[in-house]
């Protein structure tokens, strides 16, 4: 997302062309772009980079906005007329026959979760889409849509920095095997430890309108930062890949996707797999960070109300 848009000015694009490239040589499969990131110029970009090596790679998408062709937004719509012409112009955007994972990016409240997931099947069956997927959904719209469709994966945000699918989503997913890809992993670039109280976001940049990144909350929340920073010692590794190691080993199938748009932090990212918490080390930063309390929402009011409970 962020090599198109939410934070600050698009990067280049022959730089990102090559930057995505770079994470298939170092061994990334999955990459996650969105028809409204952008909107529409992040899948192009992502489509052309990965043109000449799609027999290697898993490429996801989503739907779920009403976007115009000039790319202006008029909130969600999930009508099933509407999901089927996304679908088409993004196998068109992304260079493939099939969409590998396609998720419905936010709950529509005005459409059925069972037409949505019926859709999709109807999509699979038809070899446009190869599996179904939902982004920020609460555990009663999961289980509707997965007893219509088998849902693959869902998307939410899972970090240190926000632990609350542990409570009622990681269960149900556990219950009916289905994946948690993960957004966000470094708290939109916050567990680096890049980000304190004096750092400034562009207008374009989403971070400037989040409760949690104002200056207050970035001087209070760097007891998390902190916390990860005491670990490196003992690994060798940097905080980001420590928050990182820290999700991989909380389930075989909780799947971060960290973005960057820069070469270094993309191998950092990368050299998390190799990152080995003891078991001690995982309770320790578990138990240390569920004593911190974060300061911030995740979204302004407006935002929060479109996430499904």
Known sequence: MGM????????????????????????????????????????????????????????????????????????????????????????????????????????????????????????????????????????????????????????????????????????????????LVTFSPLGRGFLTGAIDATTTFADSDIRSTLPRFTAQAREANRAMVDLLAAIPHDTGATPAQVALAWLLAQRPWVVPIPGTTKTHRLEENVGAVDVRLADGDLRRIGDAAAQIRLVGERYPEAMQRMIDR
Request: aromatic share 6%; glycine share 8%.
């Open 4 to 179: 198109s848009h939410g934070l600050g000015p698009a990067a280049d694009h022959d730089e990102m062309v090559a930057l995505i490239r770079r994470a298939v040589d170092l061994g990334v499969t999955l990459f996650d772009t969105a028809e409204v990131y952008g909107p529409f110029v992040n899948e192009e970009l992502v489509g052309e980079a990965l043109a000449p090596v799609r027999d290697q790679v898993v490429i996801a998408t989503k739907f779920g906005f009403a976007i115009d062709a000039d790319g202006s937004q008029h909130g969600v719509s999930s009508r099933p007329e509407h999901i089927r012409e996304v679908a088409d112009a993004s196998l068109r955007r992304l260079r493939v026959d099939t969409i590998d994972l396609l998720y419905q990016h936010r709950v529509d409240p005005g459409v059925p979760i069972e037409e949505v997931a019926g859709t999709v099947k109807e999509l699979i069956e038809a070899g446009k889409v190869r599996h179904f997927g939902l982004s920020e959904a609460g555990v009663q719209t999961i289980r509707r849509a997965h007893a219509v469709q088998p849902v693959t994966a869902l998307q939410s945000e899972y970090s240190l920095f926000w632990r609350e699918p542990e409570d009622a989503i990681i269960p149900v997913l556990d219950e009916l095997g289905i994946g």
